[in-house]
């Protein structure tokens, strides 16, 4: 069975400073990587995707993540926290081959703080 | 971008009643799917749909739960008998069906047990 942890269930950083959401995933195939952000009072939308091709995967909004096989991980990244970050994100996965369900991570809320 | 639409926002029930989910999905996606979010938990898979029947379902959906897609356009989630554990956040997602594609959820229906 696949599965993600999310180290941290809440992170604050300073307007400006750099994001890093963690993500670590379980999976016995190599498996296909998401990272999704839920807004207040919004539905889930996602940032960006890892499928295979380039590890290093650049999304919307700024963020990008890389896959690192070696470590299991798969951390959000940006250079420059924006007021307008602050949300929850949340890292799932899917099988590759599968259909198109998710299994997802608890979660990290962001906090940006001016 | 197309969007996946869920009726109502917010529905608030006694317990021991009914209550019927709606989603409308992406119109050319084959895969449905619900998901829920208990306050302050993660995001959890429910339900999968395809051709007309279920072809996933976790420990969770038993047999209070049913999904249906009466018409075509719409996609249902029916909770029987609802029970206090009940309340959540229910997302609805559709999908083309390739696991290297995202999911496209709707804005969740917030369910209040009382």
């Known amino acids: 069975a696949q599965s993600v942890t999310q180290l941290g269930s809440h992170v604050s950083v300073s307007e400006g400073a750099l994001v890093l959401l963690r993500c670590n995933y379980s999976?016995?195939?190599?498996?296909?990587l998401f990272w999704y952000v839920q807004y207040p009072n919004q539905g889930l939308q996602l940032l960006l995707k890892?499928?295979?091709?380039?590890?290093l995967v650049k999304g919307i909004n700024g963020f990008e993540a890389e896959f690192k096989k070696s470590e299991t991980s798969f951390h959000l990244t940006k250079p420059s926290a924006h007021m307008r970050d602050a949300a929850e994100y949340f890292c799932?996965?899917?099988?590759?081959?599968?259909?198109?369900?998710?299994?997802f991570g608890t979660g990290t809320k962001l906090q940006v703080i001016p | 971008e197309p969007e996946v639409t869920q009726t109502p926002s917010h529905q608030v029930t006694q317990m021991g009643q009914e209550v019927i989910l709606r989603c409308v999905p992406i119109?050319?996606?084959?895969?449905f799917y619900w998901y829920r979010q208990i306050l302050g938990q993660k995001v959890e898979f429910l339900v999968s749909?395809?051709?007309?029947?279920?072809?996933?379902k976790s420990e969770i959906f038993d047999d209070q739960f049913s999904v249906e897609r009466p018409d075509g356009s719409n996609f249902t989630l029916k909770i029987r008998s609802t029970k206090l554990e009940d309340s959540a956040m229910y997302f609805c997602?559709?999908?083309?069906?390739?696991?290297?594609?995202?999911?496209?959820f709707g804005s969740g229906t917030q369910l209040s047990v009382l």
């Open positions: 997602a559709s999908g083309a069906g390739n696991s290297n594609e995202k999911l496209f």
């Open positions: 999976s016995s195939v190599p498996p296909y």
């Open positions: 890892y499928t295979s091709a380039a590890t």
């Open positions: 799932a996965v899917s099988e590759p081959g599968g259909y198109q369900k998710v299994t």
């Open positions: 119109s050319n996606h084959l895969y």
């Open positions: 749909f395809y051709n007309n029947e279920i072809s996933e």
